[in-house]
């Protein structure tokens, strides 16, 4: 590692630690730490420090504590032994937040070189290493972990804490092999959000042998990194309407969208403009206007789940263009319903349509701001040193209870897991339901519709939220 260290730009570091024997492993005419060397030279990353083999586990860890305490943008760790594909590295290193995040794979298979981790809403709750118990784990950890540039702080004192109890003995027989795997369960345990990247059909395994070393290569090649890429762009968390109706033909038009140079925000504006058409159509009031009107919400929602699947194929979403596709949706349901009250007429229709307004306004109020006060809650906890723990503390990994414990297990039937998809109402069902009731019958039958079936899902909401509020 170099003597002198200066204060870098904001783009991502990389620190690769060359402390096992594995990473001298022959690999297409090079060594395993040439090759991910490589790979990150394709990757946006501004620098990448190498911290060789000659002190030990803590001196490997005050390597990374003192380049996260003076880099000013995100730093990455990860270890030299590593196979994985480009593109399993890039759901980090190439991802435009640039935050805390951990590469995993939902085989919870558990391995020397796959500790255990618990996810949880895209989170990581519970991580693992040879002595931290993860109790029900559902997947493992893949040697690749990212930390943005709010928690460089965090992970320099993580590091250093541990650098500390491996000098004097307090960690046991660890190696620095466990390094990566000692960092994340630190972050995890100070109340850090760690966000779970999941690797799909992608691999990333670190190896002990050459045997291991040319059985990963061999893997790597039998998966087609361009096509997991496009499968990566569908949101994988969808409605059913989104995803079985819409998802699977929309997924088509994304390389054709790239090999002509069309932007996100371009998709989106095509979208507002197709669903301002339906309402003009709506408001003629006519069967022939309302079925015009159906058909043109329904291609301005296929747009605005294609908007999204480009920003993620080409890695340029950020959290500004999110809550501008959401206002935008906002946007587009309301002149909706204003366009469906104008071609039904008479004063009735209008309370309807504004009751159904108000119950959608009350729906996202609810969902964003209890979304943002667990945010917040985290934050509190982790700057008052809850939930932090002892890092040789046995983890019970916060365990859910109770309704919630049920609902947990629950979700990992398929079909109850669709059925509550469906019942929450998100926006593919509302579209559908706004599109099919006022095609066949009317803006009455449309506006009881979105109001019945609404109301139970705010409910069925309002109690999950207040089950984990307890909680």
């Known amino acids: 590692m170099p003597d002198s260290l200066t204060r870098e730009s904001a783009a991502t570091s990389a620190v690769l630690l060359a402390t096992t024997p594995a990473c001298k492993l022959s690999c297409a005419g090079g060594t395993l730490l040439d090759r991910v060397t490589d790979q990150l030279a394709t990757l946006p990353v501004h620098e990448i420090q190498v911290v060789a083999p000659g002190g030990g586990l803590g001196a490997d860890l005050r390597g990374v504590a003192k380049i996260a305490r003076i880099s000013a943008g995100a730093v990455a760790v990860l270890p030299a032994d590593l196979v994985a594909h480009t593109e399993a590295l890039a759901l980090l290193l190439d991802h435009p937040a640039r935050d805390t995040a951990a590469l995993v794979s939902h085989d919870a298979t558990a391995a020397p070189m796959r500790p255990p981790v618990r996810v949880e809403g895209g989170r990581i709750v519970a991580a693992g290493s040879s002595f931290h118990v993860v109790p029900e784990a559902n997947a493992t950890f893949r040697g690749v972990l990212q930390a943005g540039e709010s928690d460089l702080a ?55 042998g050459q045997n291991a070393a040319d059985a990963a290569v061999t893997r790597l090649a039998e998966v087609d990194e361009a096509r997991v890429r496009l499968d990566l762009s569908v949101k994988e968390n969808d409605g059913f309407f989104a995803t079985f109706l819409v998802s699977t033909w929309t997924r088509h038009l994304i390389r ?108 996202h109020a609810v969902y964003f701001a209890y979304a943002g006060a667990a945010a917040d809650a985290a934050r509190v906890g982790a700057l008052w040193g809850r939930p932090a723990r002892s890092l040789l503390e046995p983890a019970d990994g916060g365990r859910a209870k109770g309704v919630l414990r049920f609902a947990q297990k629950m979700e990992r039937d398929t079909v109850v897991r669709w059925l509550k998809k469906i019942i929450v109402l998100p926006v593919g069902e509302r579209t559908a339901l706004i599109a099919i009731t006022a095609a066949i019958w009317n803006a009455r039958v449309t506006f009881l519709s979105l109001l019945c079936w609404g109301g139970v899902a705010a409910l069925y909401q309002l109690g999950g939220r207040i089950a984990r509020s307890a909680r």
């Open 154 to 208: 965090s992970l320099a004192d993580i590091a250093e804490e541990l650098a500390e109890l491996a000098d004097t003995g307090k960690l046991g027989p660890v190696t620095p092999v466990e390094a990566v795997d000692l960092l994340l369960v630190g972050l995890v345990r100070s109340g850090v959000a760690v966000r779970a990247a999941g690797l799909g059909p992608l691999h990333a395994d670190r190896v002990a």
């Open 256 to 363: 054709p969208a790239v090999r002509l140079k069309v932007v996100p925000n371009t998709v989106t504006g095509a979208s507002i403009g197709l669903a301002g058409l339906a309402a003009v159509w709506f408001s003629a009031g006519t069967q022939g206007g309302r079925l015009a009107g159906a058909l043109l919400l329904c291609l301005s929602f296929a747009l605005d789940c294609l908007d999204g699947q480009l920003a993620r194929y080409t890695r340029a979403f950020s959290p500004l263009g999110a809550w501008a596709d959401g206002m935008a949706d906002r946007l587009k349901e309301y002149v909706v319903y204003v366009g469906l009250a104008i071609g039904f007429g008479g004063a009735g229709i209008w309370h309807l349509a504004v009751a159904a307004m108000v119950l959608q306004v009350v729906r």
